[in-house]
């Protein structure tokens, strides 16, 4: 049996920093990785998600600008020239992660581990012994519990895409629904999202989400709520989606968009005597430390920690790293995370939904404005456009922002850096910023 100082499961944003920083530090340290390296967000993820989106919101923006005659013809576009280029992104991600890894003297095994003893994995048949075992393997799509799943494509298969059907159904009303519905409607596809209940995108604020669904309505999508699916059949024409409530549809692909779990379910964790929970993922503490398992740590999307996203797992990867070297580093509040729904226009949020500012008692005030009176949004022709701000009444703090608007996903990174620091109104209003940008009319919606 092979040991090493660390075994690190899994090549993305949490687990990439810790094995080359333990590694620099003179640490012996395997790592297994099943699947592309690099982990979800540089290959099937948020990058190449981020190109196709370029594509279809320059699209979507001619489409706008018909109106005023500004375009008078649909710009024609290639998906699979597009499908080309996302891969001039995503195509070098792994070879260059794992190269950079063997460089650093990091010895590597691609497969699937599986935990056989205390701090004991195996791959490919080979034993592996860590004194310390750092678990970032990320997440998956969740099993659905639909007759005919297996017809479904995952966003791993649909990022793959060489053509586009004419119909597609995405089941489930979560974000990848949302962005890629927007994504493939551009493109002339008849999109179609089936949502299991009336509250779509329930971790966002609702007038936004209605906002957005408006725009999603205007630019071709149906979005189906109360549709919960029950089965799926093949048909020599497509297939047909059944709902719970009997409803039918029909469509030539059919994408899982319902939801995402982490990682680890087949890693035998039990055998290490790593807690965890199948929807969460690995329980951890405040150092992201496993529990019940001092030598164990997790980070990212395996780990039962902060919201599921790239730059959170790059995070928690450096305070896995700080405390593997012996450093007291711990998990703050995500409370200044920011969230991004790649529509179009974008979607983003910070800080705390209405609710959940009332649990907290905080006195607030809401300040909600229309921004389809921008100057941004009428020189590009949106019609859907809102901003919802939560105000502390007592200090002018902001505790809250949501937003559907052009370049939704940048200005949400002034309000994260606002909710983190604790800035008021006043504050944000006081610099003078470059005129005429989206920054600037912010001032707007405070």
């Not at 149906?222 to 699916?229: C, F, M, P």
């Amino acid at each position: 049996m092979q040991e090493y100082d660390l075994i690190v499961l899994g090549t993305g944003g949490a687990g990439y920093g810790p094995a080359m920083r333990c590694r620099k530090a003179g640490w012996k340290v395997a790592v297994i990785n099943e699947g592309p390296y690099s982990g979800t967000c540089a290959v099937r993820g948020c990058i190449p998600k981020k190109v196709l989106k370029g594509a279809s919101e320059i699209i979507n923006s001619a489409k706008l600008l018909q109106q005023p005659g500004v375009f008078t013809n649909d710009l024609i576009a290639s998906w699979p020239d597009l499908i080309k280029f996302k891969r001039t992104f995503t195509d070098p991600m792994p070879p260059n992660t794992e190269k950079e890894l063997r460089e650093a003297g990091i010895e590597l095994f691609s497969g699937a581990p599986r935990f056989v003893g205390n701090l004991q994995l195996e791959v490919n048949g080979q034993q592996l012994y860590g004194k310390k075992i750092h678990i970032a393997v990320g997440a998956k799509p969740s099993k659905l519990p639909i007759a005919g799943a297996e017809y479904l494509i995952t966003s791993d298969d649909f990022l793959e895409l060489e053509d586009l059907p004419d119909r597609m159904i995405f089941v489930g009303g979560g974000y990848i629904s949302f962005e890629f519905a927007h994504i493939v409607a551009m493109f002339g596809v008849e999109a179609t999202i089936l949502h299991s209940d009336d509250k779509p995108l329930s971790s966002f604020d609702k007038d936004i989400v209605d906002t957005l669904i408006e725009a999603s309505q205007a630019a071709g999508i149906k979005i189906e709520t109360d549709a919960a699916v029950q089965q799926i059949d093949k048909q020599d024409n497509g297939f047909k989606v059944t709902t719970k409530n009997g409803r039918t549809f029909s469509a030539d692909l059919i994408v899982h968009g319902g939801g995402r779990v982490p990682a680890i379910d087949e890693l035998n964790l039990e055998a290490s005597y790593i807690d965890y929970d199948e929807k969460q993922g690995v329980s951890v503490n405040e150092k992201l430390q496993s529990t019940s398992n001092p030598n164990v740590f997790a980070a990212g999307d395996a780990a039962a920690s902060g919201p599921p996203l790239s730059p959170v797992a790059s995070r928690e990867g450096a305070i896995v790293a700080d405390n593997l070297l012996g450093k007291n580093s711990k998990v703050a509040s995500y409370v200044s995370t920011p969230s991004v729904i790649f529509s179009s226009p974008t979607v983003g949020k910070v800080g705390y939904l209405e609710a959940e500012a009332r649990e907290k008692d905080i006195d607030f005030e809401v300040k909600i404005t229309d921004l389809t009176r921008w100057f941004d949004s009428k020189r590009l022709g949106i019609k859907h456009a809102k901003s919802k701000i939560l105000i502390e009444k007592s200090t002018g703090k902001i505790v809250g922002a949501h937003l559907i608007c052009n370049h939704a996903e940048d200005l949400i990174n002034i309000f994260s850096l606002a909710v983190e620091l604790g800035l008021t109104v006043d504050q944000l209003k006081a610099p003078i910023m470059a005129f005429p940008t989206s920054s600037d009319d912010m001032r707007d919606m405070l």
